[in-house]
């Protein structure tokens, strides 16, 4: 027979043996839940290192690029194209010319020389900074009268974070030049402050080397942040820097800030000329 007591301390310990199994149960659980939590953020960061390494995740600019900028770029949806502003290109066709080195000097460094480019958009009056370039107006003046820039297109064009027009290769894709590079000139140009290139400077490009340039130039529509490497070698006019925000007003085409024109940009005729 089992006393009143004996039965009450019986049920004691099978309320708390229940108790210690929900108990133990409930920890299992978690344990299995928390694996399962972790296994999913695992995979997460993995993922997120994974996008960062192979380039999804940028933060900055290129360029041109010119590595140009620090300022991150949101991806972006391309919206609806603007009206074409300009005008359709005249008719003729890029010459295919290339030269193994850079011309002989022949220009009065002493004498103003100009450069005009009478684009689909309107013409740019360019003044030369010819004393202070010497080897890229040469260069330009050579290339003018060769007729190399006559009927390129301009191939890009920013609109975040630097606000440039980049121009002068014959391919159209960034990647053409003459055949030859000059050396960086003017770097310390008394307009490059704070590391600022001025609206209405025109400047050249390179592949971010020292001594690269060749033919392609941008001209500065809109004050933009850019180290001291790029050569500046012109100041374009008020009617010029108009035609420029005309362009930049249609935008680019990636809708991103950095993209070919909207614009129909094509160099009918360029022209150098001394004063």
């Given at each position: 027979?089992?006393?009143?007591e004996?039965?009450?301390?019986?049920?004691?310990?099978?309320?708390?043996?229940?108790?210690?199994?929900?108990?133990?149960?409930?920890?299992?659980?978690?344990?299995?839940?928390?694996?399962?939590?972790?296994?999913?953020?695992?995979?997460?960061?993995?993922?997120?290192?994974?996008?960062?390494?192979?380039?999804?995740?940028?933060?900055?600019?290129?360029?041109?690029?010119?590595?140009?900028?620090?300022?991150?770029?949101?991806?972006?949806?391309?919206?609806?194209?603007?009206?074409?502003?300009?005008?359709?290109?005249?008719?003729?066709?890029?010459?295919?010319?290339?030269?193994?080195?850079?011309?002989?000097?022949?220009?009065?460094?002493?004498?103003k020389?100009?450069?005009?480019?009478?684009?689909?958009?309107?013409?740019?009056?360019?003044?030369?900074?010819?004393?202070?370039?010497?080897?890229?107006?040469?260069?330009?003046?050579?290339?003018?009268?060769?007729?190399f820039?006559?009927?390129?297109?301009?191939?890009?064009?920013?609109?975040?974070?630097?606000?440039?027009?980049?121009?002068?290769?014959?391919?159209?894709?960034?990647?053409?030049?003459?055949?030859?590079?000059?050396?960086?000139?003017?770097?310390?140009?008394?307009?490059?402050?704070?590391?600022?290139?001025?609206?209405g400077t025109?400047?050249?490009a390179?592949?971010?080397?020292?001594?690269?340039?060749?033919?392609?130039?941008?001209?500065?529509?809109?004050?933009?942040?850019?180290?001291?490497?790029?050569?500046?070698?012109?100041?374009?006019?008020?009617?010029?820097?108009?035609?420029?925000?005309k362009?930049?007003?249609?935008?680019?085409?990636?809708?991103?800030?950095?993209?070919?024109?909207?614009?129909?940009?094509?160099?009918?005729?360029?022209?150098?000329?001394?004063?």
């Amino acid at each position: 027979m089992v006393s009143q007591e004996q039965r009450r301390r019986q049920l004691a310990r099978e309320k708390f043996l229940r108790q210690q199994q929900r108990r133990t149960s409930a920890r299992r659980k978690a344990r299995v839940r928390n694996s399962v939590i972790a296994s999913v953020l695992g995979v997460v960061v993995i993922g997120s290192v994974a996008l960062y390494t192979t380039g999804v995740l940028k933060n900055g600019d290129d360029d041109k690029k010119t590595n140009a900028s620090a300022d991150v770029t949101p991806s972006a949806t391309p919206s609806k194209k603007a009206p074409d502003p300009c005008a359709k290109p005249a008719a003729g066709s890029i010459g295919k010319l290339q030269w193994k080195k850079e011309p002989a000097m022949t220009i009065d460094t002493s004498a103003k020389y100009t450069m005009k480019l009478a684009t689909t958009c309107g013409d740019i009056g360019i003044a030369l900074k010819t004393s202070a370039a010497p080897h890229t107006v040469n260069s330009f003046d050579f290339l003018a009268g060769k007729g190399f820039f006559d009927h390129t297109k301009c191939h890009r064009l920013t609109t975040n974070g630097i606000y440039v027009l980049q121009c002068g290769d014959p391919t159209g894709q960034g990647s053409g030049g003459p055949g030859y590079t000059i050396p960086d000139e003017n770097l310390k140009d008394a307009s490059l402050k704070g590391n600022k290139y001025p609206a209405g400077t025109v400047a050249m490009a390179n592949t971010g080397q020292k001594h690269t340039g060749g033919s392609q130039f941008f001209l500065v529509y809109k004050d933009s942040p850019l180290p001291p490497s790029y050569t500046p070698f012109g100041t374009i006019d008020a009617a010029g820097l108009k035609v420029l925000d005309k362009i930049a007003a249609a935008g680019e085409n990636t809708a991103a800030g950095d993209g070919a024109p909207n614009a129909t940009v094509v160099i009918n005729k360029a022209t150098v000329t001394k004063s």
